[in-house]
């Protein structure tokens, strides 16, 4: 084993970040006394409302877009759901035809497949082996009965970036709404929805320094979908229940920090993602690069290790946090959906390595997590 569990090397911010101080800061008064409901008239729901809005102004600061386009959720998938779920005709499902990739998020992939299961048509679009969607197959996928086309921005295994803007004037030529799941991009890279050309994003607070369960969705002004969650006339209609401040405002300062920081962790992360890539490959016989070397979130580098299995890596170095490439389902491991599309091998594709970095780490922990893989691999293979 090298080194103790307690002096860990987090490279795995596509599953998770650490909450930024700053969004603890600004979270801590509605824990310790600040209560009122957003939907009362007097002082303290004045105060809450004013919080709230103030949270949803800096969300929509970030992407570039405005307050009222913005409704807060529990999460990516809940933003998701709704997003894909409230264009349907609920009286006539199997008129409406939605258009996705098979390298989606498994929120966007199985409430596909529940609405397949109603009577939805779906279509599923292949991608190249860099996981990269072909904008032509989507146009040519479009129907005069589709309602929905919904392609993720950054894939969260390789990074790998989708061409949205293309996709969205294809989208935008045939009248047809545009979804991308930002979820894994939201503060890793510059996200701007009205660039981008969308008319529905969806984002998560926990990728991007923000805290658990709490998540937003961009909805183009002009564009009505139908609720997910039915109630009171809460987010101006659109998603009923009373306003989490706490987890809103803290997604809101994340929000901020996010934007304030951008180039700088775009800088960083680069920097250190090369370093670690520049090592692995000095260090590793016949290691394999997946997804698009160069239109990839600056964060992610996925590798594998032909023949041998990346949990197996891992367990050896228990100091270096990441993912692996593989997940296991009813107790059997199996090659990942979005490998398993770009047309990975299985020998190729159960050695994977996936390596995110963030904020808290440094070069020098780079190098060294760097060396742990190099060590681990020459030891297994010996």
Not at 50 to 75: D, K, M, N, Q, Y
Not at 142 to 153: A, F
Request: glycine share 10%; hydrophobic share 40%.
């Amino acid at each position: 084993m090298a080194g103790k569990e307690s002096e860990y090397i987090y490279l795995d911010h596509n599953a998770t970040t650490p909450v930024a101080p700053e969004a603890a800061d600004v979270m801590r008064p509605f824990l310790e006394g600040t209560f009122g409901n957003p939907s009362s008239a007097y002082f303290l729901g004045r105060e809450a409302k004013e919080t709230v809005e103030g949270a949803r102004v800096e969300v929509a600061s970030l992407l570039g877009c405005t307050p009222e386009e913005i409704v807060f959720t529990s999460g990516g998938t809940e933003s998701n759901n709704m997003a894909i779920k409230g264009l349907v005709d609920w009286k006539n499902p199997s008129a409406c035809h939605m258009i996705t990739t098979s390298v989606e998020h498994p929120a966007i992939l199985n409430p596909a497949i529940f609405l397949m299961e109603l009577g939805v048509q779906v279509t599923v679009l292949a991608v190249d082996g860099l996981g990269r969607i072909d904008p032509g197959a989507v146009e040519k996928a479009i129907r005069p009965e589709t309602r929905l086309i919904s392609v993720m921005l950054a894939n969260n295994e390789t990074g790998t970036l989708q061409p949205i803007e293309a996709i969205s004037r294809i989208a935008r030529d045939h009248g047809v709404v545009f979804h991308t799941d930002a979820a894994q991009a939201v503060g890793k890279t510059g996200v701007k929805a009205r660039e981008l050309g969308v008319d529905l994003l969806s984002i998560a607070g926990h990728k991007l320094y923000g805290p658990k369960g709490i998540g937003a969705l961009y909805i183009r002004k002009g564009v009505e979908i139908a609720p997910l969650i039915h109630g009171a006339a809460q987010e101006g209609g659109r998603r009923a229940g009373t306003e989490n401040m706490i987890l809103g405002t803290g997604l809101g300062a994340a929000c901020r920090v996010a934007g304030e920081r951008l180039e700088r962790d775009m800088r960083n992360n680069r920097e250190m993602r090369d370093r670690l890539q520049d090592l692995l490959f000095q260090g590793i016989d016949d290691l394999v690069l997946n997804g698009d070397p160069e239109r990839r979130l600056p964060n992610t580098l996925n590798v594998s290790v032909p023949g041998l299995e990346g949990a197996k890596i891992l367990e050896g170095i228990p100091n270096v946090l990441a993912s692996t490439g593989a997940a296991c389902h009813d107790r059997a491991v199996r090659l990942s959906h979005v490998l398993s599309a770009m047309g990975v091998s299985d020998r190729i594709g159960m050695g994977t390595l996936r390596f995110s970095t963030g904020r808290e780490n440094t070069m020098d922990q780079v190098e060294t997590a760097a060396q742990y893989v190099i060590e681990q691999v020459a030891s297994m293979r010996r």
